[in-house]
């Protein structure tokens, strides 16, 4: 029944906030800024309020990742970095997160492997060494990673969720931190299989030892991206980082503009009424004493008759034609200067 109930949700089930809390209090942030930072990575974000809680805690950068279109876009509200895909489908930097918060979907996948062990194999890479690991999981199946956790991590802490959280999954919560290189320690091995099924005593609300430090790394940005094409993550990168940001490209596309210059010669008529009909001063306010007249220009083709030697064979060529609209700022009168098609002489027309 519960595993059906899992399937309907798409695994998704998230951590109690009781039970966010009290791993949050069990963790010692290290000291950030300058050159140095916290990443957290929640590999199953759900809507981010689990990684926001710890990452708030541990003063951390935040990174989620969530299968589901509309969680992801909740998480995106909570965290610093989402993807929305799964997580078997990403680009990772290998070490550049200082805690794994790793609640996996309680389920087999389609080759009827374990998805808790396939999370945990997946993404420790992710975790740099002496990195935390906290694996929320049914205490039941821990014995399935037993052997790569005694390989991979060490210093172990396990506990039980607390009642009446208990109840619903029979979920554990354990602490461990990555080794520099694996190496399989058997005595922990046997001691995380004893642990699957033994009695554990219950995470509590406030931690009665030392708490875990959770070191900081390097700053600076790091590979946490899609193997998928996403158009939008793709622009947005291409605006940050692109070649159109590069100044050598971008000054020969759209040069600053150019300061106004005084032509070595007094521009004639001809110049004048060339520069308006080609739009140079659309929508410009000329002043000139005292008046104010607002000026656009255009140039258009116009078919005319040519003589023919043959009288039943009409010819016609195009011509361009200029027109000029002045709008009289303070009378509201407009006057249309066309070229007139015979002489090229403007004809000029005035209208209330």
């Given at each position: ?29 290290a000291l950030t800024g300058g050159k140095r930072v916290v ?314």
């Amino acid at each position: 029944m519960a595993r059906l109930k899992s399937i309907e949700k798409a695994g998704y089930f998230p951590t109690p906030p009781r039970v966010v809390a009290a791993v949050a209090r069990h963790l010692a942030p290290a000291l950030t800024g300058g050159k140095r930072v916290v990443r957290l990575l929640d590999p199953c974000a759900g809507i981010g309020e689990a990684a926001a809680t710890v990452a708030k805690v541990l003063n951390a950068e935040s990174y989620g990742i969530e299968l589901n279109e509309e969680r992801g876009e909740a998480a995106r509200g909570r965290l610093d970095h989402v993807l929305t895909t799964s997580a078997f489908t990403i680009r990772l930097a290998n070490g550049a997160f200082s805690c794994l918060f790793l609640n996996p979907p309680y389920d087999y996948d389609d080759e009827k492997r374990r998805l808790e062990h396939a999370f945990l194999t997946s993404l420790t890479r992710a975790l740099c060494p002496e990195g935390v690991l906290v694996f929320l999981i049914p205490q039941r199946r821990l014995a399935v990673s037993a052997r790569y956790l005694a390989s991979h991590y060490t210093g172990f802490g396990a506990y039980r969720f607390p009642d009446p959280e208990y109840a619903a999954f029979r979920q554990m919560v354990l602490f461990a931190f990555r080794k520099p290189h694996a190496a399989l320690d058997v005595a922990a091995q046997a001691r995380l299989e004893t642990w699957s099924e033994g009695d554990l005593a219950p995470l509590p609300d406030e931690p009665s030892g030392p708490l875990l430090d959770v070191p900081s790394l390097p700053a600076g940005e790091i590979l946490f991206a899609s193997l998928f094409f996403d158009p939008v993550q793709a622009a947005a990168e291409a605006q940050r980082r692109g070649v159109w940001t590069q100044p050598q490209l971008t000054e020969q596309l759209w040069p600053p503009d150019e300061r106004p210059v005084r032509p070595l010669m007094p521009l004639r008529k001809g110049h004048l009424a060339l520069l308006i009909a080609a739009g140079m001063l659309n929508n410009v306010v000329l002043e000139q004493e005292g008046q104010q007249v607002l000026v656009k220009g255009r140039t258009y083709k116009e078919l005319v008759p040519v003589d023919s030697a043959d009288e039943d064979t009409e010819i016609q060529r195009e011509v361009l034609r200029t027109s000029v609209v002045v709008l009289d700022l303070a009378t509201g009168c407009f006057e249309v200067v066309d070229q007139n098609g015979g002489t090229g002489d403007m004809e000029e027309k005035q209208a209330a």
